[in-house]
């Protein structure tokens, strides 16, 4: 049975409204509960099994979510920051509430899938090296590639400060596009192994994690809850080589 929680512990959850808030909101009356105003904010209750309106908006309960977001460029991986726009920020007001993260960083001028979720174990698996979790990326470079560079990636890089890269996939678009997959995520990784071989990125997109894929009906800034099927297809590896 569902442990019974706080009434404005549920809420504050679930959305972004603070405590101070559901405590005005209750006074005022905007608080349901299972269609009855509710006259305090501290009752305790079934999140699972009772029904909450805040508002005139139910509020349905999830211990955890999961978004898919197609990031845009000048957007910062990030829960908050005062001074720059994070992903959080630019999630809908609908899907906001508390604890929410990205699990992994994109740069701040790098596109494409990001998982934004609540689920710190969830994240943990992803990016934990161990896990073998790849991730895969587009990148554009500013000339034409060789087979001395796809050697050094697959080989495993090892930058001028003694950091030991993993072994990296690498397959060749077109003559400046290639795409990378990688199982760790340092930071800047993809555009340090390009510099070490000579190269700089001029585009990075992100496409896919695990076998996740980027839901290309998104549009950059866009984001959409994922279905359990995405969750777990993050942890699905069908890749042995290229």
Do not use: W
Not at 9 to 33: E, F, H, N, P, W
């Amino acid at each position: 049975m569902k442990e019974l929680e706080r009434l404005d512990k549920v809420i504050s959850t679930q959305t972004s409204y603070s405590r101070k808030d559901i405590k005005r909101m209750v006074r005022a009356g905007d608080v349901l509960l299972n269609g009855k105003t509710c006259k305090s904010s501290d009752i305790k209750i079934n999140p699972e099994k009772d029904t909450i309106t805040v508002m005139g908006e139910e509020i349905g309960y999830k211990k955890y979510v999961y978004y898919m977001m197609n990031k845009p460029k000048g957007v910062l991986s990030a829960s908050n920051d005062k001074n720059v726009t994070t992903v959080v920020d630019i999630l809908p007001e609908h899907m906001k509430r508390k604890n929410l993260f990205p699990a992994g960083r994109l740069d701040k001028d790098t596109t494409g899938l990001l998982i934004i979720t609540d689920d710190g174990d969830f994240a943990h698996r992803m990016l934990s090296p161990n896990k073998k979790v790849y991730k895969h990326y587009v990148a554009t470079l500013d000339k034409a590639l060789t087979k001395e560079v796809k050697e050094e990636f697959e080989s495993g890089i090892v930058f001028g400060d003694g950091t030991v890269c993993q072994k990296a996939y690498f397959d060749k678009i077109s003559d400046n596009v290639a795409l990378v997959k990688i199982c760790e995520g340092k930071f800047h990784q993809v555009k340090k192994m390009f510099s070490h071989c000579g190269y700089t990125v001029l585009e990075l997109k992100r496409i896919q994690i695990g076998e996740l894929r980027l839901d290309e009906g998104l549009s950059l800034s866009q984001s959409r809850e994922m279905t359990k099927e995405e969750m777990c297809s993050v942890f699905d590896s069908k890749m042995t080589k290229m």
